[in-house]
């Protein structure tokens, strides 16, 4: 489980860290998640089922982040508030995909009532 937090001080200027990020620098990477994952890693674990499935999920954020990195504008909204909202994207996605094979589950089992 990661350890760090969001609050405590980058040791990099976050304009430099997005040059790296956005230049697809391992680096800058390596840096955005000893700095952010502990605090997305505590978002997502209050909803996972387990820790396989949490440290799957993060995985996952950080996979989208990779993916959408060129889209976050600092303008816009600060960079824990963007990795905030991708994170929640995530887990909703997760949880309507769960509560969707579960009602498919129910309807194999035989475990739903047809309202009249």
Known sequence: MPQNSPKEKLNIEEEAL???????????????????????YGLISK?????????????????????DIDSYD?????????????????????QASALKNESHLKVIRGDFKIAN
């Open 18 to 40: 997005l040059s790296l990020l956005k230049n697809k620098d391992k680096r800058g990477f390596d840096i955005l998640y000893s700095h952010y994952a502990g605090a997305l």
């Open 74 to 94: 600092a303008s816009k909204t600060s960079l824990f508030a963007w990795l905030y909202r991708i994170t929640q994207k995530i887990l909703t996605v997760h």
């Open 47 to 67: 909803t996972a089922s387990s820790e396989t499935l949490a440290n799957d999920l993060l995985g996952l954020v950080f996979a989208k982040i990779f993916h």
